[in-house]
């Protein structure tokens, strides 16, 4: 039986951004960076994309392409049966499932805002009225659990048409349409009074709000945004053709993906800034900022129905390669059948959902664990995963590939012709990758202070 494979290396590179881009860029990206204060926090995300996301990303499309086979039984097929190298392919199944249990809450608030943005709802409103909204979905338990559930239904429909005709396809029309949408909006947001002090906030590297957790937030979130660190590039690598270049086709993935990020921010913080609202106010900021510029401006609800559906849909081509990791490990492993999988995979990830959906309310999961520990239930799966869990799994990915995958195999998968390039890369993923994670996971542990090496 055929695993499937990329119609061509533009369709690879479609897909692998259509996981890349999504709500890490759109939602997640412009609420941490103002949590973080902007600037240098923009700064330290690019240096981590470079040295740290890219050399990964390349390491895991290797990994993919070389084995044609999803994390777990690559593993085994590179490192051999009893070796303990496959557990790092679980824990990426296991991420898998957890980031797309509070991944699939956030959609179902873009598919509610799609919905108010058709019947008209933000024209004229105010940005109380706005905030109010937001308020009142998250703090609905059968709004969430309704929408996650709806939300989980497209992921699997596209799921189970597998990798071209269900995958590929859908990156190939909705990724040029969202980029052209955001595009359009930050022309727009351009002329806002607020954005002079948009741009001075996110390209500005003031110092005012950087603490040393900012560095583990910026490294957090270029795995969350990359997808990288649980196997999905890898998964998506295995169906990469052997004339592809890696370096090359990682290289556009990243570009396009912090280009989007940088463009959702351009777009979100004149917003923010023009209407006086708080920069750091949490994860509501886009569904704040957003609806208000179009309850404000000339043909606003057009553009608010077109860029909430295209929001829903860059969320969906990204839990489509969470849910593929699961799906295809699942397939290579046991030789089950994709639709029997994928529906068994879904109705494991929306029970895994159910308390990230009860999140906003009053119950344990929201109000409850938050006053206790600061964090709701959906805010502590959301930052073990992206600032914990990835970047573990990112470290041991590069040690794998730099110090037990043989240099024989790593130079031919990265391309020939290119040797100055590959040592660079060679230099990057055995020795600054793990010293520059290692060493943001001693420093957020607590442990560097112990060791009296620490800064406050
Ligand atoms: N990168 C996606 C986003 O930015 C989320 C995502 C999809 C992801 N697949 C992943 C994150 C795998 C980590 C690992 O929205």
Redesign the pocket.
């Known amino acids: 039986m055929s695993r499937g494979a990329w119609a061509s290396k533009l369709g690879f590179i479609l897909a692998a951004a259509g996981?890349?881009?999504?709500?890490?860029?759109i939602w997640?990206f412009p609420f941490v960076t103002g949590q973080r204060g902007g600037g240098l926090f923009y700064l330290l995300y690019l240096v981590c994309v470079v040295l740290v996301g890219l050399p990964i990303m390349v390491a895991e499309v290797m990994i993919g392409r070389r084995t044609q086979s999803s994390p777990v039984a690559a593993f085994k097929k590179l490192a051999g049966e009893g070796s303990r190298w496959p557990l790092l392919g679980w824990m990426g199944v296991v991420t898998?499932f957890l980031?797309l249990s509070f991944?699939n809450v956030v959609a179902g608030w873009t598919i509610h805002y799609s919905y108010l943005a058709i019947t008209g709802f933000f024209a004229g409103q105010s940005a109380q009225g706005i905030s109010q909204v937001f308020d009142t979905l998250v703090g609905s338990p059968r709004a969430n659990i309704g929408y996650q559930a709806l939300f989980m239904v497209l992921t699997v429909a596209v799921v189970i048409g597998g990798v071209r005709s269900g995958i590929e396809r859908w990156s190939r029309i909705l990724m040029p349409a969202l980029f052209v949408m955001l595009v359009g909006l930050m022309v727009y947001c351009f002329f806002l009074p607020g954005i002079g002090e948009a741009v001075r906030f996110v390209f500005a590297p003031h110092t005012d709000k950087f603490t040393p957790g900012s560095v583990l937030e910026a490294l957090g979130q270029a795995?969350?945004?990359?997808?990288?660190?649980?196997g999905?590039m890898l998964t998506y690598g295995s169906y990469l053709s052997k004339d592809a270049r890696i370096p090359r086709s990682s290289t556009w993935v990243a570009v396009l993906d912090t280009l989007i990020a940088t463009l959702a921010s351009l777009v979100v913080f004149p917003i923010i800034f023009s209407f006086d609202l708080q920069p750091g106010s949490g994860p509501g900021l886009i569904f704040k900022s957003i609806p208000l510029a179009f309850s404000q401006m000339p043909g606003g609800h057009m553009l608010s129905v077109v860029l909430f559906v295209l929001i829903v849909f860059a969320?969906l081509t990204?839990?489509v390669?969470?849910q593929e990791v699961v799906t295809s490990s699942l397939i290579d492993l046991y030789g089950w059948r994709r639709d029997k999988v994928c529906i068994g995979a879904g109705v494991v990830g929306f029970a895994m959902g159910v308390p990230s959906a009860l999140s906003g309310g009053k119950s344990f999961f929201g109000a409850g664990l938050k006053r206790m520990t600061g964090r709701t239930f959906l805010d502590w799966v959301d930052f073990s995963t992206a600032n914990l869990m990835?970047p573990a799994g990112g470290l041991l990915t590069a040690i794998f590939t730099g110090h037990v995958l043989g240099s024989d195999i790593t130079r031919e998968e990265f391309g020939g012709g290119h040797s100055a390039l590959y040592s660079v890369w060679q230099v990057l993923i055995k020795w600054v990758v793990p010293v520059a994670v290692g060493l943001v996971f001693l420093q957020s542990s607590g442990l560097l202070k112990v060791m009296g090496i620490g800064w406050e």
């Open positions: 996981s890349a881009i999504g709500l890490g860029n997640r898998g980031i991944y795995f969350f945004s990359l997808s990288l660190g649980m999905a969320g990204s839990s390669s969470l990835l």
